[in-house]
């Protein structure tokens, strides 16, 4: 749901660069090296927010519900009624 705005505003930034990291804008020559790390950096970050962010959450969220889960044992090794 979130995917495309995201989308639109780190290439549409990037895009926007694109002039001045090509020396293609006059006068701005000597910020060729400035729009270059920008670009890069937008699109790495990009890459991170939609892809290692929503990784990590599930890996959090099966990790405590596995740990949640191993918690309600019993000593036994029966779970208890109310559980999984």
């Given at each position: 749901m979130r995917t495309r705005p995201i989308l639109m505003t780190a290439?549409?930034?990037?895009?926007g660069m694109l002039p001045?990291?090509?020396?293609?804008?006059?006068?701005l020559e000597r910020l060729s090296p400035l729009?270059?790390?920008?670009?890069?950096g937008l699109l790495v970050s990009t890459f991170?927010?939609?892809?290692?962010?929503?990784?990590?959450?599930?890996?959090?969220?099966s990790m405590a519900?596995?740990?949640?889960?191993?918690f309600r044992?019993?000593?036994?090794?029966?779970?208890h009624a109310g559980s999984f």
């Open positions: 290439f549409g930034t990037a895009a001045i990291a090509l020396e293609w804008a006059i006068g729009a270059v790390v920008a670009v890069g991170l927010t939609l892809i290692y962010v929503p990784l990590i959450y599930d890996l959090f969220a519900a596995a740990t949640a889960q191993w044992r019993e000593p036994g090794g029966r779970a």
